[in-house]
Structure formats: C-alpha cells, structure tokens
C-alpha cells in the first residue's frame, strides 16, 4: 500500500473538493497535558463543582436524612480531599441557618489569606496606572476606521456561525471544508472591497497568504474597535471571534499557511515600540487623561478641571516628543488612555452610585423590624436565600464591590479572554448547553484573572457570604466570549436604575400629577427612591433565576443571574409608571452600530 503520509492537499484543492483535509486532532480532544478549568488543574476544578452540589442536596433536604451531614457524605463519595479536608464545609460559618444557601469557595483558603495584601499595598497609584495601560487599545486612526467600516461590512453579511455551528455535519472533514470555504469568501470579499484587480486575482490563484498581513490588521482594527467600544459590534463581533478561533486550528492553519489573529495594538506596545515608556512614569499622565465629571461641580469648577487638563498635556507633549514619537502621536496615546477613563466613568461610577445608595438608606446597623429592612426568606417573592438584614446588606455589598472591580479590569480581562478564545491549542467542543448550541471552551487566563480580583474583593469587604464558584467552561458560562458578554451587561443594568432614581424628583417637581401620583403610591418622592432601591437590593440579590443552587444561587455568576431575573419581572412591579415616566426605555441597550 502506497504512503502518502507526506503530501499535504493545496488549499484550491480543498477549496474545490478535489481532495479531502487531513485531520490531525479531535475536535472535542484536549491537549495530552493535564487541562486547566477555571485556572486550576481538571480534577480539583471538579472536585470542588461536586462538593458545591453535595452541600446543596444537603442543605435542601438534611433534615429528611437524618445523622448525615455534608462532610460525611464528601468523605464517603468522593474520598478525602487533596488539602486534607472539607475548606468552609468543615467551619462553622459553613452552617446554613447563619448564612443562608451554599458557602463553598473554590480556590484553596491558603490562596486568599496570602501574602498579596503586602504586594497591593506597596504599588503605587502610577505603578498600577502603567500596569492598566498595558491593555488599553490604542484609539483607531481615520484610516483604519476606513477599514473598520470595511469589516463591519464583510461581517454584516456572513453567516458564518449559522454554517459552522450546527450538529448535522456527518463528518469533521464537512465542517473543516466549509469553516475554510466561509473564511476564504470572507477574505476575497475584504480583498475585492478594498482593490477589485489584487481580489480578482487572489480568487484566481487562492493566493490568500500573499495578503496575510492585511487580513490580519483588519481583524484587529474590528477587535481592538469592539474592546474600546463595547456596546458596538454586539453582533458581528461573535461571528468575528468564532472565525478566528477555527481559522486557529491546526488543520486548517496548515492548508491556510498563515494567521488570521494578531495582538491587539495597545498603548504600551506602541510607546515600547517608540521607546518612550518613561511618559507614563510622569506625574501629569494622570492628570492628562482623566475624564472629566460635572456631577456635583459648578460650571467654574468644571472649566478649571478642563484647563488644568490641557495644560498637563501640553507639558508632556513638550517634554516627550521628538524624531520617532510626534506630538500628534502623543496626543493620541493619552485621548486613547482617556478613552479608558471614560469607560470607567460610564461602566464603574454606577456600580459606585449604588454602593452609596446602599450604605446610605440601608446601613448594616439598621433593626430588624424596620421598614427598610432587606431581609429576605426563601420561597417567599421568588426568593432562593434566607437571610436577615445584616446578612442581606453584607451581600450585597460585596457584590457591587467585586463588579466594581470587575468593571476597573474589564480591558485587561477582554485582552485576556481574547488570549483564552485565540489560542492555537486550546480546542473547544459544540454542544448543547441547555441554551442553545455553544463552543464550550476552558479559559484558564481569565480564570485565574477573576481569582485574583474575587481575592481583592474579599479583602475589601472583610467576610464573605455565598459561593465563590466562578464559572467558566461549563454549561453556565461556556467560554470566555460567554464570560465578557455576562459582564458587560453590569453598566446596562445599574446606569438606568440610577438615572431614575436621580430622575425621580425632577420629573415630580416639573409635573404636578407625577407628584400625585408619588404620593399617592408611595407616601413621597424619597419613599419612591426607596421602595425601588430596596425592592433591587432584596430581589436583584435573592438566588432566584434558575431551578438549581448550581445554575444560580449565590455563586459569582449566579449573583448576575439573579439581578438579570430581576430586570425580566420589571413590568410587573408596582413602580414601573415611574421607570417609563422618567424616560426608561430599556436595559439591553441596541443592537444597531
């Protein structure tokens, strides 16, 4: 028998289905090193999942049981743990009459009582101004947004996904021919757009790597676009990243013979790449790229902000250009890096407002039998947990600070999460996740990125109440691009909440029937205020959103789901004339560009 082991069929032969791909992996296999879930290796990743689901049975149904506890029935089914013990099962804030459902955390208790608070405390505010402009894309150009227009265009009209990923193809030799038939139709139609004659030819000749480097710059301008401008794209983008991540797989790169995926151009690699990163070590950097707030400011104020602002980027234009790095390129670095700080303005400062909100009208010292309590009892309004005021408000608040956290690293984890999605071994399996057909993927980067911000954000609030489970790789939150999408919807849920609330007494004092119609339902314009927060601190915070303690509860995620549960049942509160009232339209925003 003849070997042909050694001839590798052309690209215009697979393309044109003289010949079949020669496939080298599953698509379903994993790399024959141990896997990463979440960070950590396969095996305690799913130690802790069952752990998580044994507990739950436990506390749902223990009494019933009778002489069995939780710590029994781990030693019994799953055999002794690789630390030596049960972590929080074996505590006594483990109990569930003191903290309501599941108290389990993920990660080794030696991991959050390390020695990282030494490490924060000596960084310096320009030291982790630096370190966050490390992944801070830099601004688009007017020529690359030419391009980005282009790219919008050829994503617009592709159906890239709705080919790829479905269940019926017999063989994976069918689904590798079309992801390159669809990848190639993408490109020649990038190529014909931008000059006919150069994607004539290449439609001729499928001489594709002749033009490796603009296809790939194309993609990064929609990327680096879609980071910096995350309510754009919500569309294109996954048809984008699912692209790129089949483009990455070894059978397809071999007959592609280039790549598609290229970092994501970000403001300290351009100033390395001009060897001036000692412009961010200046004192006026942070003053040079502030975004400026009129929220509690006179006009004077605001003016003088904005003069101390471009004086303090005249004086580093001055001081750091030359040769290689212009002033004009200088000035675009830092309107990029206050691209950032607007994004924190936008997407952090009403995770804050409600942080406020919180310690204002519902402090964690107010009495049991107040009115304003946020007590909340399992089974009663939709509600999964069981716990008093000061447990409530504790849990809460440590909500809102770990997505205020998330919020302030959201570049750096979209940079982190692309590097999960793109990367060249990290194979993902299709499956049925019980929401639709998903590329159920690890993602070991942001896993481990979302463990160190879960540890800030223990320390800052002290105790911690719930799970700490982070889910990431499973039927929850299948792959990174999963992840980013869940949290970006933070910003959409909390921002129109606050502007009603900051709505509400403008809109009464304008109208008089509104100011009835307040005093009617709610005695006035500050028990309005208050009965909407204190129905989002106790039922946005409940458990509720799905059927299992796994799914939602009070698990990292599941936190998220309970506040989406919330904005669903919107309509059906009491208080929704005043929401339309004050000009709420929605909380998801468009989906048009």
Not at 27 to 54: C, N, T, W, Y
Not at 193 to 205: H, L, N, R, T
Not at 542 to 552: I, L, T
Not at 578 to 584: E, H, P, R, V, Y
Request: proline residues 4%; negative net charge.
């Amino acid at each position: 028998m003849e070997d042909n082991s050694d001839t590798q069929p052309s690209l215009g032969d697979v393309l044109d289905g003289v010949a079949e791909a020669v496939l080298t992996n599953k698509e379903s296999s994993p790399s024959a090193s141990e896997q990463l879930i979440d960070g950590m290796p396969a095996a305690k990743a799913f130690r802790h999942r069952e752990v998580m689901l044994i507990q739950a049975i436990m506390e749902k149904y223990g009494p019933q049981l009778g002489g069995v506890n939780t710590d029994s029935l781990v030693k019994e089914f799953l055999g002794a743990g690789p630390e030596g013990g049960g972590g929080k099962i074996d505590s006594g804030e483990g109990s569930y009459s003191n903290r309501g459902a599941l108290d389990i955390d993920t990660q080794p208790m030696a991991e959050v009582n390390g020695s990282d608070e030494e490490v924060d405390s000596g960084k310096n505010q320009l030291a982790e101004f630096t370190e966050r402009v490390k992944f801070i894309p830099l601004r688009l150009t007017f020529g690359e947004r030419k391009l980005l227009r282009l790219c919008e265009a050829a994503l617009n009209v592709s159906e890239y996904t709705d080919k790829v990923d479905i269940l019926t193809w017999k063989s994976k030799t069918g689904r590798i021919h079309e992801q390159l038939r669809d990848i190639c139709a993408i490109l020649s139609g990038l190529a014909v757009a931008a000059d006919y004659e150069v994607g004539q030819k290449m439609i001729k000749d499928r001489s594709f790597e002749d033009n490796a480097e603009y296809f790939a710059s194309v993609f990064e301008i929609g990327r680096r676009h879609k980071i910096l401008n995350p309510e754009c794209m919500r569309t294109d983008y996954g048809k984008l990243v699912h692209m790129l991540m089949d483009s990455q797989n070894p059978d397809i790169q071999r007959l592609l013979e280039f790549k598609l995926v290229k970092k994501v151009t970000t403001v300290y690699d351009y100033l390395k790449s001009k060897d001036s990163l000692l412009m961010l070590k200046c004192p006026d950097m942070l003053m040079a790229t502030t975004a400026i707030v009129d929220r509690g400011r006179t006009r004077a104020e605001v003016q003088q902000a904005i003069k101390c602002k471009e004086s303090a980027v005249k004086r580093i234009v001055r001081k750091f250009s030359n040769d290689d790095l212009g002033e004009e390129e200088i000035e675009w670095c830092l309107y990029s890096i206050g691209d950032n700080s607007s994004f924190l303005v936008f997407n952090r400062d009403p995770v804050d407002q409600m942080i406020s909100y919180l310690n204002t009208n519902f402090p964690s010292t107010l009495p049991t039998d107040s009115p304003r309590s946020l007590c909340i009892r399992s089974g009663y309004k939709g509600a999964r947990l069981s716990h008093p005021h000061s447990q409530q408000y504790q849990y809460c608040l440590q909500t809102l600070t770990l997505w205020r956290e998330i919020q302030s690293d959201m570049f750096k984890l979209w940079c982190l999460a692309e590097d999960d999605l793109l990367a060249s071994n990290n194979y993902y399996s299709l499956r049925d996740t019980g929401q639709g057909l998903n590329r159920v993927q690890s993602a070991p980067a942001i896993g481990r990125a979302m463990h160190d911000i879960l540890h800030r954000a223990q320390k800052q609030v002290g105790s911690w109440i719930g799970s700490s489970v982070v889910h990431l790789g499973d039927h929850n939150v299948p792959n990174a691009l999963t992840f980013i999408d869940k949290y970006t919807q933070v910003p959409r849920i909390l921002n129109p909440i606050v502007q009603v609330i900051e709505a509400i007494p403008r809109c009464a004092e304008q109208h008089a029937h509104v100011m009835d119609m307040i005093v009617a339902a709610h005695g006035s314009v500050k028990d309005c205020q208050l009965d909407i927060l204190q129905d989002f601190f106790k039922h946005a915070f409940d458990g509720s959103g799905a059927d299992n303690f796994y799914d939602a509860g009070s698990c990292i995620d599941g936190r998220l789901t309970s506040a989406w549960n919330w904005c669903n049942k919107l309509d059906k509160k009491h208080y929704y004339p005043i929401f339309k009232l004050t000009g709420f339209t929605g909380f998801d925003g468009s989906f048009k560009n």
